[in-house]
């Protein structure tokens, strides 16, 4: 008998040792109650804050022209017309530059700079405007970072030849041509020969010597291959020829005009000839003086 009363004894005790340990856990799960979103306070189900909704953004309009200012996170962008329109760029706003050789590559944001040509496709938020993508092309950003990396007499003397040409021509389409020189190129190549590269610096000396010319160059091939593939060769063509005359000759980028791509048209040569063909494998470099200032 003392066995079985020392036996519930220890079970007594244990039941009473375990009654704390209850109590303990349902005080903690009161104490964590209102934190179950299916426990009901004074009638209602408490919810945990929200936060506020961004506003929902739509397409907005495609924007070309030049940036003219740079503050922060945005840029103005003046069109032809004179507009000027404040855009926000952020981390998503895609950067691409396009170049005459057909590649593509993505930019940062610190590649916008002022004096850039730009196409700007953006999203309206609000009453601002956000660039989603910014088209830009290679050789535009290589002519603005020269002027920004250019000195201070480099900056200025450019500044003002470049002002100067735009106040006489401005609305001025129809120029005198004062020279042509043609290279000639390989079927299917874009390759400068020394003769070449000669013939091109002696133009440019030749034409600084000429007071407002501007320099205007086009890309041509002869009949064969298909439209797509002499587009894209004549505009490389094109662009072998500017950056030779510029980094080479020393033409100055804002004397020259927007080159040309035109492919098999405008021939010199009958395309039905070999010797007619070869002509026609060129680039056209006219150097330019606009009817208005010819002979001032």
């Avoid at 855009?87 to 590649?111: E, H, P």
């Avoid at 405007?129 to 002519?143: E, G, I, M, P, W």
């Avoid at 000759?249 to 098999?264: D, E, I, N, S, V």
């Avoid at 405008?266 to 200032?293: F, H, Y």
Wanted: proline fraction near 5%; charge should be positive.
């Amino acid at each position: 008998m003392r066995v079985i009363s020392k036996k519930r004894g220890v079970g007594v005790a244990l039941a009473m040792l375990a009654l704390p340990v209850s109590g303990s856990v349902y005080a903690q799960q009161q104490q964590d109650a209102p934190s179950d979103p299916n426990i009901v306070v004074n009638g209602a189900v408490p919810q945990p804050p929200q936060a506020p909704e961004a506003p929902a953004m739509t397409a907005g309009p495609e924007i070309k022209g030049i940036i003219t200012a740079r503050n922060g996170d945005k840029m103005k962008v003046k069109a032809a017309d004179g507009t000027a329109t404040v855009i926000a760029v952020n981390d998503s706003t895609r950067i691409k530059s396009a170049s005459l050789f057909g590649g593509r590559g993505k930019l940062g944001a610190d590649s916008l700079l002022n004096g850039l040509p730009v196409t700007v496709k953006t999203m309206q938020s609000g009453d601002g405007l956000v660039a989603s993508q910014v088209n830009l092309r290679t050789s535009d950003l290589k002519t603005a970072s020269m002027i920004r990396n250019g000195t201070a007499q480099g900056f200025d003397e450019q500044t003002a030849a470049t002002e100067a040409l735009r106040g006489r021509m401005g609305d001025i389409d129809k120029y005198n041509i004062k020279s042509t020189t043609n290279v000639h190129f390989d079927t299917g190549k874009a390759d400068l020969s020394p003769q070449d590269k000669a013939d091109l610096c002696s133009t440019a000396t030749t034409a600084q010597g000429t007071e407002n010319a501007l320099m205007l160059v086009v890309g041509y091939t002869d009949s064969t291959g298909g439209d797509d593939l002499n587009q894209t060769l004549s505009e490389k063509r094109a662009a072998r020829v500017i950056n030779y005359l510029q980094q080479s000759c020393g033409w100055k980028p804002y004397r020259m005009l927007t080159p040309t791509g035109m492919a098999k048209a405008d021939p010199l040569a009958d395309n039905s000839t070999p010797e007619g063909k070869a002509q026609n494998r060129r680039v056209a470099v006219n150097i330019l003086v606009s009817k208005s200032v010819d002979g001032l």
